[in-house]
Structures are given as C-alpha cells and as structure tokens.
C-alpha cells in the first residue's frame, strides 16, 4: 500500500504562484493532481507518466500555467502552479497508481491517493 502526502497549498492573490508536493511512500509509474470544488466532480488538471518520455498531460483550462513533474528518486511529484486565477480555488488530491494500463483522466485508474491540500485565490 502506498500513501500520497500533499503539501504546498495556500492562499494567494491572482496572478500569484504556488507548487506543490506529493511525496509516496512507494515506486509509481502514473501520478496525477486533480481538484475538486464542493457540489462538483473531482477533475484531472495534470498527470505524468514515467515511462519512456516522460509523459506529461495538462487539462486545457490549465496548460501554459501549471506543470507537473516528477523526482523518482524521491517519489516526489510536484505541480508548479502560476497566473492563478479565482476559478483554480480547489481542493487538491494527488493520485497515483503502478504498472498498467492507463488513463490519465480518470479517477477511476488510481489506486491511491492523498489527503488533499487547499488551494484559495482571490481577485
């Protein structure tokens, strides 16, 4: 069983920056952040494969501002989130899960996941 802990999140201005952190207790191979605002489905912004590449994937409401990237050495992902905006105020959950196959937008595909940290923005 591996656990996910998320760190990072905060409060900031529009057009601010923040990143954060998702440190495993165990190897991954696929590893996302998704948000999740109350009354709303949790929804994919960025995933990382770390197959040959690696792959990277970026919700089009967030591509150009936020990155996602991976130390396998540590089994750390981070996601560098800039020009944020009001609408990106959200819960943040880092997923994960091991060798197979997968699709980086679905919920569904992850084994595990953090506890989730709190991103606010304000106009």
Not at 29 to 48: D, I, L
Not at 78 to 105: F, H, I, K
Request: net charge negative.
């Amino acid at each position: 069983q591996v656990q996910l802990v998320e760190s990072g999140g905060g409060s900031v201005q529009a057009g601010g920056s923040l990143r954060l952190a998702c440190v495993a207790s165990g190897s991954t191979s696929h590893m996302a952040w998704f948000r999740q605002t109350p009354g709303k489905e949790r929804e994919a912004v960025a995933a990382v494969s770390t197959g040959v590449g690696p792959n990277t994937y970026y919700d089009a409401s967030v591509e150009g501002r936020f990155t996602i990237s991976q130390d396998n050495a540590k089994n750390t992902a981070y996601l560098q989130m800039n020009s944020l905006e009001p609408e990106d105020t959200a819960m943040y959950y880092c997923a994960a899960r091991g060798v197979g196959p997968w699709c980086p937008w679905s919920p569904g595909m992850y084994n595990y996941w953090g506890q989730g940290t709190q991103v606010t923005v304000s106009s």
